[in-house]
């Protein structure tokens, strides 16, 4: 079966500083991955998603993902944070073959002034 | 842009009481999901529909039922509510195919007393 990890539950980093939010799927078919954003209060929203082709996505935001197929890992990062990138971030998988998405447990992202 | 309304933001129901939660989006999307959302636990699927009238178990249906009688149109049934239904209730909608994305609903909070 599909799992996704998000290895962090909560990350803290001061306003302007870098944040890579990590994680791991395991699949032995192929796979379409997405992170997601979930402000207080509020349904998820698509930051990023990757498909084919560059392994390097930009996102909304400012976000950017890499994907890399031997590690399984296909982690968040931006090289400034805001206040107003406080929230919840999931990752989540969509296997090539079925209908499901897959969902790690969330990374909650917290910026410090 | 697409949208997908949830009936309530907040509901508050006494325990065996049934609930009704809908869902409805404006794309013509094929493919719609009923999610619950739990702190530490992520997403957790209860049912998808692929289509009108067509429905499949999640991870977690027990406790719960769909129907999906117009397109545009899914709706969750907790037959006789409990306490540990107490939850964020998530709705997403997409166009049928595994690569694309799904949007979301801002969510019901339900309280079971």
């Known amino acids: 079966a599909q799992s996704v990890t998000q290895l962090d539950s909560q990350v803290p980093v001061f306003e302007e500083a870098p944040v890579e939010l990590r994680c791991n799927y395991s699949?032995?078919?192929?796979?379409?991955l997405f992170w997601y954003v979930q402000y207080p209060n509020q349904g998820l929203q698509l930051l990023l998603k990757y498909l084919s082709g560059s392994t390097l996505v930009k996102g909304i935001n400012g976000f950017e993902a890499e994907f890399n197929k031997s590690q399984t890992s296909f982690h968040l990062r931006k090289p400034s944070v805001h206040i107003s990138d406080t929230a919840e971030y999931f990752c989540?998988?969509?296997?090539?073959?079925?209908?499901?998405?897959?969902f790690g447990t969330g990374t909650s992202l917290t910026v410090i002034p | 842009d697409v949208k997908v309304t949830q009936s309530s933001r907040y509901l508050v129901k006494r325990t065996g009481e049934k609930v009704f939660l809908e869902c409805v989006q404006d794309m013509d999307h094929e493919n719609m999901f009923w999610y619950r959302q739990d702190p530490g636990l992520g997403l957790r699927l209860i049912y998808f529909s692929y289509d009108v009238k067509m429905k499949e178990k999640g991870d977690i249906p027990e406790g719960y039922s769909v129907s999906r009688e117009k397109k545009e149109r899914f709706s969750l049934i907790l037959e006789s509510a409990s306490t540990n239904q107490t939850s964020m209730y998530l709705c997403a909608s997409r166009i049928r195919a595994t690569y694309n994305e799904q949007f979301f609903g801002p969510g019901t909070r339900l309280t079971v007393l």
């Open positions: 989540a998988v969509s296997e090539s073959t079925g209908n499901q998405f897959y």
């Open positions: 699949s032995s078919v192929s796979v379409y």
